[in-house]
């Protein structure tokens, strides 16, 4: 028994080491449900939440640690393009946890935070203005992610709130198109597959 015991504990321990956590969500999120025969993939991709509030977020997520050039880029190129006034320190900030719900005129003070600090902050960001068409922030946000991805296949998400109002999805539809974006995925909450049909049969559940 020693011998499948030291077995046992060495699979355990690759399994402590080698799992990468799913960052917690910045708000919390109620989705409708939906049943779905493919699971998103969520990586390499621009998530885009919108709460109950009508609040808009943004992160970008990439697959590999290494990758994280690509969020750096991103970032360096929307403070320039937009005139931020971000230094190494707030981009970096933006690198370790790249979910951000302020208006650009915040972003600074927002990545100067302790990640202490943010954990508390969540209820008082405003989101990522949207609503108003001549400042729909949320177009640099997926152009410059877009740019920073260059040919490299980018996934497009798109989650909301069962009470999230229709003005907000219909901006952040429009951001995505500005940037020649057509296509993208819905987050729902799984839920069973109806008893006899095709999908049923397949996935047996």
Known sequence: MTPFVDVAFLILSFFMLATKF???APVEITTPYS???K???????????????????FTMQVEKQE?????????NSLNKSRNLGLGPAEVEAFVKNPTVGVPFSKLKNYLDLSEEQKKGYETKMEG?????????????WVGETKKAFGGTELNVMVKGDNNTK?????????????????KYKLITSPEATPTGTELYKTRGK
């Open 22 to 24: 799913k960052p917690p």
């Open 35 to 37: 049943v779905s025969s």
């Open 39 to 57: 699971e998103l993939e969520q990586k390499n991709a621009m998530l885009i939440e919108m709460d109950k509030l009508g609040r808009v977020f």
């Open 67 to 75: 990758d994280n050039e690509l969020k750096r880029s991103m970032i």
């Open 128 to 140: 990522i203005p949207v609503l108003d068409s001549t400042d729909n922030q949320l177009i640099y």
């Open 166 to 182: 229709y003005p907000v999805f219909k901006q952040i539809i429009e951001a995505l198109r500005k940037n020649d974006l057509f």
